[in-house]
């Protein structure tokens, strides 16, 4: 009896140590909401470390979005969960129209790649970028695009999405973006690769399927070109597309081939970093199933993350459990999943973690003093700021965030970032 019980006990055990649950899955899934609801149904999951990120959309901004993050991230924390860098904030602030949040890049990535001292630009608008992003709790940005536009008004350019139709424009740029916004803390995300430069004005993937009939050769030398400068700048993100490439893969879009993920982008250009999909729900992948089960090939073909983007906590749910469940039923590899785990928990240990702060209400405190200053007059003209960060060890990354921006959108103010302990004591309350 006591023998039986030890190899059943045994053997249980096993099981359940191979087993995945949902908080395993879940750091490979960003999820997305409607409106400036601010779900308590996110902050419940984010305690049960059942979700890896959030995605913000511009519908979701309004004043109460700093400190719902801060909540998000705190009742994660406050989950003992197993990946222990914050979660994944993510939006996309590209600059010029394509903007989520409040504040920079002021200039398009066209603008930008016009410009006479690309590197100079480029370098502004990472710093711009990464100051709108802190502002808000973000620490991912879903940006910059990649693609070297191919004619005059086409997909990338009719929006001034893309720097140059000349690959060596876009690779300056984009490395000097990536230094700058990553050199602020903030994750930089390369898109879409292999490029959706050759794509026409109405081929949108986030509507229908669209396929790029470019050679091997030019993608390689014109569209890829840039990924190659954005990895040496230490690019950590990478977006595939929803594209169809017939030259290397004439079954799977980009963001679900093994042979664009893993040959193409880990194998010959050796990023190491983690890939995220576009929105999982997109037009571009009609005839590949079900959100959840796209999620799975995804997955299965190197991506990371899965972006679940269609604004409904439903969706990300379904998700995460389609992944337990290919996983568990071994259709998707357990070691695949468990490098890419990896991956993630790596990335988010790079990131700091929002302040201890965050449970005071600081961003909002925050918030209402930069927007005094810019009231302030008389303030506008005083000098350089003299107090630093020194003086406020709990100043957290939103406060910091908010001067930022606050700089960068008077420049010519010169500002006093007159932060010290008696100011912020009075507006605690
Ligand atoms: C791409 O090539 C395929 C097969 O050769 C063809 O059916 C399709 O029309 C082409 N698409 C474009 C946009 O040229
Ligand atoms: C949310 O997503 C779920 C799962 O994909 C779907 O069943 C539901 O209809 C969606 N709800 C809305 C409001 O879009
Ligand atoms: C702005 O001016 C008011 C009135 O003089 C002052 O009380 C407040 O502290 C100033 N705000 C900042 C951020 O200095």
């Known amino acids: 009896m006591a023998l039986l019980r030890f190899i059943i006990t045994t053997a249980s055990l096993c099981g ?19 409106g400036t609801a601010h779900p308590a149904r996110l902050t419940t999951l984010a305690q049960q470390c059942q979700i890896g990120g959030v995605i913000i959309f511009k519908d979701n901004v309004d004043d109460k979005l700093p400190a719902y993050i801060t909540g998000l991230q705190s009742a994660y924390a ?82 001034e999405r893309s720097y140059s139709n000349d690959p060596a424009v876009v690779a300056q740029c984009a490395a000097a973006f990536i230094k700058a916004q990553q050199g602020k803390g903030v994750i930089a995300t390369a898109k879409h690769f292999p490029g959706l430069g050759a794509a026409a004005a109405s081929e949108n993937t986030d509507a229908r399927p669209v396929t790029i009939n470019r050679s091997l050769a030019d993608l390689r030398s014109i569209d890829e070109a840039p990924y190659t ?28 081939s093994s042979k664009w993920i893993q040959g193409e982008l880990r194998g010959r250009l050796g990023f190491e970093g983690v890939i995220v999909t576009d929105a999982i729900e997109a037009g571009g992948l009609s005839g590949f199933g079900t959100d959840p089960e796209r999620s799975v090939l995804a997955m299965t073909a190197g991506v990371d993350l899965i972006l679940a983007a269609a604004r409904n906590v439903t969706q990300g749910e379904g998700i995460v459990s389609a992944l337990v469940t ?44 930069v927007d005094d200053m810019f009231r302030n007059k008389t303030l506008l003209g005083a000098d350089i700021m003299d107090v630093p960060l020194r003086v406020l060890p709990f100043v957290n990354r939103v406060t910091i965030g908010l001067y930022e921006l606050a700089m960068l959108e008077k420049p010519e103010a010169n500002m006093r970032l007159r932060v010290d302990s008696q100011q912020l004591t009075r507006r605690k309350v």
């Open 78 to 159: 406050s989950g003992g969960c197993a990946v222990k860098g914050p979660l994944l904030i993510l939006t996309d602030q590209e600059g010029g129209q394509v903007k989520r949040l409040p504040g920079g890049p002021t200039l398009s990535q066209k603008m930008i790649g016009q410009q006479s001292n690309l590197d100079a630009a480029g370098n502004t608008a990472g710093i711009q970028a990464a100051a709108a992003l802190k502002a808000y709790g973000n620490n991912g940005n879903l940006a910059p695009v990649l693609d070297v536009y191919h004619e005059a008004g086409d997909f990338e350019d009719q929006n």
């Open 16 to 34: 359940s140590a191979l087993a995945i649950t949902a908080a395993d899955a879940a750091a490979h899934v960003i999820f997305s909401y409607p």
């Open 229 to 256: 400068a954005a990895i040496q700048a230490g690019i950590k993100m990478v977006m595939p597309s929803w594209a169809l490439y017939p030259a290397l893969d004439d079954k799977y879009p980009s963001g679900i």
């Open 326 to 369: 290919a996983v568990n039923s071994g259709s998707l590899s357990s070691s695949t999943f468990s490098t890419s785990t990896s991956r993630i928990s790596s990335l988010r240990n790079t990131l700091s973690h929002p302040s201890r702060a965050g449970q005071l209400p600081f961003a909002s405190i925050s918030r209402l003093w």
